[in-house]
């Protein structure tokens, strides 16, 4: 009317979803300069989007739904939930070339009054959704602000848990969100682990702690596999094929001409003189010549010392090379073991090699406060159709990158098994991925966020005993002294328990 720009009545849209991890240093710095932060740029359209719409303008975009629980989109959810959310409409995935799964958002430019929100689930049938109409304060009175199915299960679990969740996480996270966080406020925490009481409801963070463990920058160098194991045969087979490849491409001394004489000539050394030849030739031409990470090393099970042995002196700064000084490395479970798994992988934990992994540049020398500790672990990224988390003890080892892990606060008397059991139940997988991380990763600060109920001494117990037996069958399958179906059929059965058990701690 007076010629000024008033903005647009509809915005409409579907940006492009480019990561940041995937952008120059020079993008991130002019979306800083603007934003004052730097994400997914759907994440900044949405901000430009809100600053050009007039008041009661309508946005509506398509973008991935990852918005809807991942921790760094805290800030979006934060603006669509000042608004007034009109509809949000979870589209899946329907393309079949297509890499997210995506959704519909409008909003109107609205301070929101609790308003009812639209939320149409097409994720089954896109031309026929779901229809649920709900109040949009439930999404702001659930922890983190996560944006969830209002299923009559999902309803039911925010009755439950969403305001009292919502609080502890208000008043714990920037206590427990990093390592570095749970040891400064040490004293807090512990004196509050002191007041619980069975029934109490709490944070995973606040009871365990732990985080990223080792890199060694040159696995090659320091980890071996023990020859008893499955993955000693892989070993045994590559060899001889990456010790031709290296004759083929570099001048050496040896006379390899083909894979049979470089088998034969490898079965007239001893494991001794083959790490010394492979040490050599890495030395030689340069660390990754048979390939990022490769393991060449095979010992004998008799090699690992037994870590309940070991002084806090040698598990801080290596053991005399004298003595035996291979320790069980956790080195993450690709195959995704539940319950447990004995690692084939051991470290060269010597005086020499840690007191070198501890200043080598190419090595993060992290989590080192936690090694020769059992704790659990999970497989970081599953399936988009898994049902279960894959969970497992973690033993007393030292553990790299991909095995992170917590450990329990010896002064509140909750064991890694009794968490084990809870994350490989239903109910805690269903929970993370509806109210804390939608996608197929589970980070350590999504398990941080998990609710725990203290549960009394005698339920305590049977969660024990769930995952004892649990142990015993993937024990007995290891030594092959059960079938696999027989162990599968049996696992089963014990699933069926927990998630009751489970079921019924929770109320739900």
């Not at 603007?34 to 973008?63: C, Q, R």
Request: glycine letters at 6%.
């Amino acid at each position: 009317d007076d010629g000024n720009y008033i903005g647009f009545d509809v915005v409409i849209g579907n940006p492009p979803y480019i990561s940041t991890k995937g952008t120059t240093a020079e993008f991130k710095k002019a979306l800083e300069k603007e934003y004052s932060f730097a994400d997914d740029t759907y994440n900044h359209f949405f901000f430009k989007g809100n600053e050009i719409l007039k008041d009661k303008g309508v946005l509506t975009f398509i973008t991935p739904k990852t918005f809807w629980t991942t921790q760094t989109k805290r800030n979006l959810r934060d603006l669509l939930l000042s608004q007034h959310l009109e509809y949000i409409f979870d589209t899946a995935n329907p393309f079949e070339s297509a890499m997210v799964d995506t959704c519909i958002t409008s909003f109107s430019k609205v301070a929101s009054k609790n308003e009812k929100v639209i939320f149409l689930d097409g994720s089954k049938d896109l031309q026929a959704p779901l229809r649920y109409e709900v109040a949009q304060s439930i999404f702001i009175d659930t922890q983190n602000s996560v944006i969830f199915k209002p299923t009559e299960y999902n309803m039911k679990i925010h009755s439950l848990y969403g305001k009292k969740v919502k609080e502890l996480y208000e008043q714990w996270w920037d206590k427990i969100s990093t390592s570095k966080n749970i040891t400064k406020y040490s004293q807090e925490l512990e004196a509050y682990r002191k007041s619980l009481k069975p029934g109490d409801i709490t944070l995973l963070g606040c009871l365990t702690e732990g985080g990223v463990g080792l890199q060694t920058g040159n696995n090659g160098k320091y980890i071996a596999v023990r020859k008893s194991t499955k993955w000693a045969k892989n070993i045994l087979e590559s060899r001889p094929k990456k010790l031709l490849e290296v004759v083929k491409r570099y001048k050496t001394d040896l006379k390899i001409t083909n894979e049979e004489v470089a088998k034969t000539y490898l079965a007239t050394l001893s494991e001794i003189e083959i790490t010394t030849l492979f040490d050599g030739l890495k030395e030689k031409f340069g660390r990754d010549i048979f390939g990022q990470g490769y393991i060449y090393r095979l010992i004998e099970d008799d090699e690992v010392a037994d870590v309940e042995t070991l002084t806090q002196e040698e598990k801080d700064n290596g053991i005399d090379p004298s003595k035996k000084f291979y320790v069980p490395y956790d080195k993450g479970d690709k195959d995704g073991n539940r319950w447990y798994l004995e690692t084939p992988f051991a470290i060269a934990w010597n005086k020499e090699n840690v007191g070198y992994l501890k200043t080598d540049p190419k090595a993060r020398y992290q989590g080192y406060q936690f090694y020769f500790r059992e704790g659990f672990c999970w497989t970081f990224t599953l399936n988009e159709n898994s049902e279960y988390q894959k969970t497992r003890i973690k033993e007393k080892s030292v553990n790299d990158v991909n095995a992170m892990a917590l450990y329990p606060f010896e002064d509140i008397n909750l064991s890694s098994k009794f968490y084990t059991c809870l994350l490989n139940s239903y109910y805690i997988f269903y929970y993370k991925r509806s109210f804390i991380n939608s996608s197929s990763a589970f980070q350590i600060n999504d398990a941080r966020q998990i609710p725990i109920i203290i549960p009394a001494s005698e339920t305590l117990e049977t969660f024990e005993k769930l995952f004892n037996s649990a142990i015993e069958i993937k024990k007995a399958t290891s030594l092959e002294t059960i079938s696999l179906n027989e162990a599968e059929s049996k696992l089963s059965e014990i699933q069926e328990k927990l998630d009751t058990i489970v079921n019924e701690l929770y109320g739900i």
